[in-house]
């Protein structure tokens, strides 16, 4: 199975700052097959991106994905408060289906 | 608005069971594929099963395969995963999703998850 490796595992930054989130995978999951989601404390996660680089409906703007074969980047272009959370990214090109072990974006 | 709530987590003992059920609302469920998805603190997010949007299809983990079985009613707009042999390894918080794509999926909507807790 394709294993789908994150970091940094905790990324301290202050709102309005810029947050780049990497994703690799140990073999290519083909060109566009990763999503990227957000998840809160007590909460279920949230699709944020699909095909790699496609917002799922009603995500800002300011969340955007990159990448493609074994090398995947989320970005978020300036951090708003309620940003603060978890990331994780999974693949949909092999099965079977895999996630990442997640990244922590934390207040500085 | 699309709605996925899951009920039938609790306690239970090793080698017991549990029925765990999601119920769909604000899409037409008979046309999609779900699947069941696991979440733990040391182990994190594990895909557990899905099943094709007839029924006629369902695919495990290699972890429950003989355990656990995945079904709907569509009629009901309601999945179900019939969970045997449960073992400690199996507890986790649950979610149903709904799933996108071709074949091997990715989840665009989550029910807000059952805990189950396997322990004696």
């Known amino acids: 199975e394709i294993v789908l490796t994150q970091s940094p595992g905790t990324l301290s930054l202050s709102p309005g700052e810029r947050a780049t989130l990497s994703c690799r995978a140990s073999?290519?999951?083909?060109?566009?097959?990763l999503a990227w989601y957000q998840q809160k404390l007590g909460q279920a996660p949230r699709l944020l991106i699909y095909g790699a680089s496609s917002r799922a409906t009603d995500i800002p703007d300011r969340f955007s994905g990159s990448g493609s074969g074994t090398d995947f980047t989320l970005t978020i272009s300036r951090l708003e408060p309620e940003d603060f959370a978890v990331y994780y990214c999974?693949?949909?090109?092999?099965?079977?289906?895999?996630f990442g072990g997640g990244t922590k974006v934390e207040i500085k | 608005e699309v709605q996925l709530v899951e009920s039938g987590g609790g306690l239970v003992q090793p080698g017991g069971s549990l029925r765990l059920s999601c119920a769909a609302s604000?899409?037409?469920?008979?046309?999609?594929?779900m699947s069941w998805v696991r979440q733990t603190p040391g182990k994190g997010l594990e895909w557990v099963a899905n099943?094709?949007?007839?029924?006629?299809?369902?695919f495990y983990v290699d972890s429950v395969k003989g355990r656990f079985t995945i079904s709907r009613d569509n009629a009901k707009n309601s999945m179900y995963l019939q969970m045997n042999s449960l073992r400690a390894e199996d507890t986790a918080v649950y979610y149903c999703?709904?799933?996108?794509?071709?074949?091997?999926?990715?989840?665009?909507?989550w029910g807000q998850g059952a805990l189950v807790t396997v322990a004696s």
């Open positions: 099943i094709k949007f007839d029924g006629t299809e369902q």
């Open positions: 073999q290519s999951v083909g060109s566009t097959s």
């Open positions: 999974q693949q949909y090109g092999s099965s079977p289906l895999t």
């Open positions: 999703g709904r799933c996108r794509g071709r074949s091997i999926y990715y989840f665009d909507y």
């Open positions: 604000g899409f037409t469920f008979s046309t999609y594929w």
